[in-house]
């Protein structure tokens, strides 16, 4: 049997070679269509914190004589139903946490009981890229399709003990699956599903 050459050598000859994704490098490039905010990069370099998403294929479990066999089933996207994005919010408030609101009644406006809840199209995406240290895209582009917004967080102020800390707005989109390719593709797999 072979040695297996997973040493510190090894690392380190690998770490040199490829080097680390770090946490800093990724961003959110685009939010477009109907009940997302119309983002633009003066607005997303505030985001502060965002995931790219994880993908799951479920389990079914198929039994004979005891002994159960796992079968691969249907995929499922991690907290699709609550994508978060944590933006520092701007002094004015004016700009951010207002398309927000505006995204947010154009799904629905109670004020006149009708919006656009209809399902979100192929075109209501949230892009997201890694990045190389030359702030450019790494591979591929992160498609959230059928992406819209679903709630502003609360913002907490502190009046009393307050020391001048930096204040956060968390939006929470949902989002129906993701695709890799191009800005704003949703391209199919070599299979013809995505």
């Given at each position: 049997m072979a040695s297996i050459n997973q040493n510190i050598q090894s690392f380190y000859t690998q770490a040199a070679k490829r080097d680390?994704?770090?946490?800093?490098?990724?961003?959110?490039?685009?939010?477009?269509g109907v009940g997302l905010p119309d983002l633009t990069d003066d607005d997303l370099v505030y985001a502060k914190t965002a995931?790219?998403?994880?993908?799951?294929?479920?389990?079914?479990e198929a039994q004979y004589m005891g002994l159960?066999?796992?079968?691969?089933?249907?995929?499922?996207?991690?907290?699709?139903?609550?994508?978060?994005?944590?933006?520092?919010l701007d002094a004015s408030q004016s700009d951010l946490r207002s398309k927000f609101e505006v995204a947010s009644?154009?799904?629905?406006?109670?004020?006149?009981?009708?919006?656009?809840?209809?399902?979100p199209s192929v075109n209501n995406l949230i892009i997201l890229s890694q990045l190389n240290k030359d702030l450019s895209p790494v591979g591929v582009y992160y498609n959230l399709v059928g992406a819209q917004l679903r709630k502003i967080g609360a913002i907490d102020y502190k009046m009393?003990?307050?020391?001048?800390?930096?204040?956060?707005v968390t939006a929470t989109m949902s989002y129906h699956y993701y695709v890799v390719g191009g800005l704003g593709e949703v391209l199919q797999s070599p299979l013809g599903t995505n």
């Open positions: 680390f994704s770090r946490d800093f490098l990724f961003r959110v490039v685009r939010t477009q995931k790219l998403p994880g993908r799951s294929i479920q389990n079914v159960k066999f796992n079968i691969p089933g249907t995929a499922v996207y991690d907290s699709s139903d609550s994508y978060d994005i944590e933006f520092y009644r154009e799904i629905f406006n109670d004020g006149v009981s009708t919006g656009n809840y209809a399902t009393a003990e307050g020391k001048g800390d930096v204040i956060s």
